[in-house]
């Protein structure tokens, strides 16, 4: 959705951990991104390469981990797989469903020189 | 862009001033001359869990050549607009002031409703913060009703963050027990991931929009406690399905609480200022738990001190 400052979010954390840890250079960028979190991955490697223009994160590699969407069916009382934010349960199709995994949005590793 | 706290300079302006700005998070920095530093932020946990992996492996290598090496950071992306987020909530828990994020797409009258809530809300305090890509117009509608407001202008940037949000709140001198309304950029996708300290994210749907919005945006509808549905005077001249829209709300929000109201007109206003009255009343109450609660702490620990054998 907002692909842009998500990414401008990326680098901030790439350049903290740069400083705390002294590397001059990323090869690789490990991003968990939730299946629900309403990110598009495409957008978001797009996104990343403008942004890091010129940065230490220049020309780095943007692996992009999926993590699956899963909810709570308060009717069926338990966690079922959710492939949409307002979906419905694939158990009772019912729509009382609460989000419990798949809106991460996280830096998980980075690979460095 | 500023690249040690991520404000930019260029493009994001606050109303009465963009040269140079004072931060209210801890270190205090001016930087009208464009020169660059450093500084930390008291809650950035950014640092906090960061360790390096792949070391250890028993080789050796001269000095000056590279190898590469796995660095574990584990941060939520939005991590630093958070870290600023939990600042404002701060400093809003500490003066006892009830903030409200009113988010929505454009048009959906959120300047209209918030000048007939302060009108209403008779002399109760309240302060506006009013985001939009250009122009003060909003903020000069808001202190024409006699409530101090400021304008963000956030240039390109199509939601507000909490950064901005903390330098508007010290621009404000915002007054202890009142109501802060922050009116975000009208857009209903973007501002959804941005915490900026409030107690509520308060979305406007109006009944000229298709009643499918919260499905078509679910997740502006699943960050919000609250629906206003507004411009419901004028349910008789359209098609709009008032139950088909609470249960699209309700599908993508089980918990979703909704208030159906005219802001024009004035039906659901009572409600809505019931609302506000009872979140303020909270807020002022959480406050006082904390100070008698410290006072309580004070008193025994000058207890405990008068009770100790003098030393010396």
Partial sequence: MHEMSLAEGVLQLIEDAARQQAFAKV??????????????P??????????????????????????????????CARTVPMAEVFGECPACGGHQMQVTGGTEMRVKELEVT | MCTTCGCGTDEVKLEGGSAGHRHVHGDEHVHADGTRHSHEHGHDPAHEHSHEAGEGH????????SATRRVQIEQDILSKNNAYAHENRQLLAGQGIFALNLVSGPGSGKTTLLCKTITMLGGLPVAVIEGDQQTSQDAERIRATGAPAVQINTGKGCHLDAHMVGHAMSRLALKDDSLLMIENVGNLVCPAAFDLG?????????????????????????????????????????????????????????????IQLSAIRGQGMDEWLQFLRDGLASAVAAKQETVDSLRQRIAQLEAQLASAPAQG
């Fill in chain 1, 27 to 40: 090869r690789t960028v490990w991003l968990e991104i939730g299946q629900l979190s309403g990110v598009e």
């Fill in chain 1, 42 to 75: 495409e957008a978001m490697a797009f996104c990343f390469d403008a942004v890091t223009r010129g940065s230490i994160a220049q020309g780095a590699r943007l692996e992009i981990i999926r993590l699956p969407g899963t909810g709570w069916c308060m009717a």
């Fill in chain 2, 58 to 65: 028993g080789h050796s290598h001269a000095p000056g050549i």
């Fill in chain 2, 198 to 258: 409030e107690a509520h994210k308060v979305v406007i749907l109006s009944v000229t929009e298709g009643e499918d919005k919260p499905i078509k945006y679910p997740d502006m509808f699943r960050a919000a406690s609250v629906m206003l549905l507004n411009k419901i005077d004028l349910l008789p001249h359209l098609d709009f399905d008032v139950e088909a829209a609470l249960a699209y709300a309700r599908r993508v929000n089980p918990q979703i609480r909704v």
